[in-house]
């Protein structure tokens, strides 16, 4: 009995050797088979250093795996080390478990050449086999739902076993993808996935994946996926990538020499398979140093773009965008002769025509009726014919936008000698910025010299037709103009500064536009007779005769018309109205007889009247184009001599002017309430100022509200103004040549009331 035991250990151990053994010497014929016949089942070369399996642990390793290319040296897929860990004796339990994939240094180069890739000649090798390996496997219909999407817990439960997936993890991988035809090289480097876990069962599944870009970046995505309901979230954090890596797919679309700058993302994106386009999407989106090169060199970009989303579904059709931050931003308008801008060679891509060369008749041109499509045969059926749903009402808000530090500069080469101006310091500010509610947007920005712009929109974006409109332009200096004003008379402009005010309004694009225009000193030298002008405009006599004694323009140009009339054009008509007015005044010899009569000698230069004197309005805050153009003359002497300081004194009697001033708020009032009106702009304050004082209807005003008008809160109204001409003059003045913080001094007299002159600035001359 002993001996026959013993027998049987001896040959269950003998057979557990030999299983052993075969188990640790398999993998190696297996992997020396694959080697030696990988390219008749694939048609490529396979390398592969080792294949090993623990029969303990049930862990196979693959180690330096190489799938080459078609010259049976370069790597086309390889990877370090690959790794999977089994337990087979769980099948008995019902469980299918991997307990452990995973794989080291994956690499995979991925070359496109128009619709062939470096890897369709192993596709085309495995076409050729036996077609029934072609065959599908049905799906069974239970396993979809109502939507069509395939539910993989269902799948799971009819399944002979269940399924466990755990500790999948791939670390150091690089891949890369490239576009022969575009020119583009995209490489993934860093590339690495954890996944704790996968169910197909009611259960979360997590995913993480993480990669660096060669050119700059960093992606790093978490994926939570419930295999039972469909839910997902996903949550993208990209860092820095590079834009520059997108360069060669733009050249299909735009004309560009180089493009850089970098993308951000920080986006949760929660929702359920059955129903992508329902799905929520919040986070910020930036980009940062964008600069695109034109093919001239000159470059448009932005230091910073940035957009925060509160809420964006597709399926809605529903938009909450936080904030969207433009700083920074700097761009150029070129004007060419032909009418083709900048912008038209930027959109234009190489080898395509400009939209102006596309014109001309081709005889060899395809007929037109040929690219269109066929009208639908009447006989299809009825359920086509059917109507399509309404389109969903956009629902979109902006809480806040925000362009600022931004620069534009305008390049006119059409004319005889080209333009160049340069606005700088645009801002744009909104807040509650909806796509079918007026809202109201403000525009500021800076011109050369001092001068600047404000313009208040208010308005709805789905009716562009109907909107209200105020533009303000102060100090604006005429020489920077020159070179229209060369091509349209034949005079160049040597000296003079402008305010423009235009009140805007318009319902369904039909125009109601009110405007101001006040000009000071302004000069032109001699016509120059190698242009020949599209307006031949006696402009020197004209300017002439124009200006009043104190060397001003003021004028007033109404514009009424509709925008969709091809004839209707804004600027012409103001334009026009300034031609006809000078060609009407330099024709008449009454009124240059006039004027000399009333101006004498005094009519040619700058007349300052006293040249240390700046009649000033104490109820306003701020200034005429006279008004700057004198303070800012006087700065001049400062260029000459250096030692020189100039202080720019505020002189005014509040008690002798205080009567004056309350008439003034009480007319303010009363055309406000005529008018309807919360705020008054320029062209409301002018006309508030020519309400006479003996108007029935004022005085009966000016009797109930008398009383509204507190003595003290008057003065201090006064105070108030006086600091904001003080503020205003300092802004303006520290722009002129010469002028620095150590030679120019603005200040308001003190003791005030002893004052008994006119409210004036007096100007002051010391050496340091």
Request: hydrophobic share 40%; aromatic share 8%.
């Amino acid at each position: 009995m002993k001996k026959s035991v013993k027998i049987i250990l001896i040959v269950v151990a003998a057979l557990f050797v030999l299983v052993f053994a075969a188990l640790k010497l398999a993998p190696g014929f297996v992997k020396d088979y694959i080697v030696a016949h990988s390219e008749e089942y694939i048609g490529r070369k396979v390398n592969i250093e080792s294949v090993s399996l623990s029969p303990l642990t049930w862990t196979v390793n693959v180690d330096n795996f190489a799938l080459l290319e078609r010259d049976g040296k370069t790597p086309f897929v390889s990877f370090e080390k690959f790794r999977i860990n089994l337990n087979p004796t769980r099948i008995v339990t019902g469980t299918a478990s991997v307990g452990e994939i995973y794989m080291k240094g994956l690499y995979v180069h991925v070359v496109q050449s128009g619709d062939r890739f470096n890897f369709s000649d192993i596709l085309d090798f495995l076409s050729q086999s036996d077609s029934t390996a072609a065959d599908t496997v049905a799906v069974d219909s239970a396993a979809a739902d109502s939507t069509g999407m395939i539910n993989a817990a269902e799948i799971a439960d009819g399944l002979p076993v269940s399924i466990s997936v755990k500790n999948i993890v791939f670390e150091n991988g690089n891949i890369i993808y490239e576009d022969a035809k575009v020119g583009s090289k995209i490489h993934i480097k860093d590339f690495g996935v954890a996944i704790p876990a996968v169910y197909l069962s009611n259960k979360q599944t997590d995913v993480g994946v993480s990669l660096k870009f060669a050119d700059g970046g960093d992606l790093n995505v978490k994926v939570t996926v419930n295999a039972a309901t469909n839910d997902f979230n996903v949550n993208v954090g990209l860092k820095d990538f590079a834009l520059a890596a997108g360069k060669p797919y733009l050249n299909d679309f735009v004309n560009i020499k180089d493009f850089k700058g970098n993308l951000s993302a920080d986006m949760d994106i929660q929702g359920n398979l059955n129903s992508i386009l329902a799905s929520n999407v919040k986070g910020i989106v930036s980009v940062d140093s964008v600069v695109v090169t034109e093919v001239n060199d000159k470059t448009i970009g932005a230091g910073h773009v940035g957009v925060g989303i509160a809420e964006a579904n597709l399926e809605k059709f529903k938009f909450r965008i936080d904030s969207v931050v433009v700083d920074g931003a700097f761009a150029h308008l070129d004007l060419y002769k032909g009418g083709n801008t900048n912008i038209d060679v930027l959109l234009t891509p190489k080898g395509k025509a400009a939209k102006s060369d596309t014109v001309a008749a081709d005889s060899n041109a395809v007929p037109l009726d040929s690219l269109v499509a066929p009208a639908p045969d009447a006989s299809a059926d009825s359920t086509n014919t059917a109507k399509a749903e309404p389109a969903k009402k956009l629902d979109a808000v902006i809480t806040k936008l925000l362009v600022q530090n931004t620069t534009v500069t305008a390049n006119d080469y059409t004319l005889s000698k080209p333009f160049n101006y340069k606005v700088s310091a645009i801002t744009v500010s909104g807040s509650n910025i909806n796509f079918d509610k007026p809202c109201n947007v403000n525009v500021s920005a800076a011109f050369p010299e001092g001068g600047s712009v404000s313009v208040k929109y208010k308005g709805a974006i789905n009716d562009i037709g109907t909107m209200d409109a105020y533009v303000s332009v102060k100090n604006l200096a005429l020489k920077h103009f020159s070179s229209y004003s060369l091509h349209f008379t034949g005079y160049p402009i040597t000296a003079g500064t402008m305010a423009f005010a235009s009140d805007n309004k318009m319902n369904n694009f039909n125009v109601d536009s009110k405007n101001t225009i006040d000009i000071y000193n302004i000069e032109v030298g001699d016509k120059d007779d190698s242009v020949d002008p599209e307006y031949p405009v006696p402009m020197k006599v004209g300017l002439y005769v124009l200006k009043d004694k104190d060397d001003k323009i003021q004028f007033d140009v109404p514009v009424k018309g509709n925008l969709k009339d091809p004839e209707f054009s804004y600027l012409k008509i103001v334009w026009d109205t300034i031609t006809k007015l000078l060609v009407k005044v330099a024709l008449s010899p009454i009124k240059i007889v006039g004027n000399v009569a009333n101006t004498g000698a005094s009519a040619v230069g700058l007349n300052l009247g006293k040249d240390d004197e700046i009649l000033i309005d104490v109820s306003s805050g701020t200034f005429t184009s006279e008004q700057f153009a004198k303070a800012s003359k006087m700065t001049e002497a400062l260029t000459k001599d250096p030692k020189l300081t100039l202080t720019y004194t505020q002189y005014y009697n509040p008690a002798k002017i205080l009567k004056e001033h309350k008439l003034h708020k009480l007319k303010q009032e009363y055309y406000k309430q005529k008018e309807g009106k919360a705020s008054l702009n320029e062209i409301d304050e002018k006309a508030a100022a020519e309400i006479k004082d003996w108007d029935t209807n004022f005085k009966a005003f000016a009797r109930e509200h008398d009383k509204d008008f507190d003595g003290k809160a008057m003065e201090k109204d006064l105070t108030d103004l006086a600091s904001k001409r003080n503020q205003e003059l300092l802004k303006v003045l520290k722009q002129q040549k010469g002028v620095t913080a150590k030679n120019l001094k603005v200040q308001t007299a003190k003791g005030l009331n002893s004052y008994r002159g006119k409210p004036m600035y007096k100007v002051t001359v010391d050496v340091k």
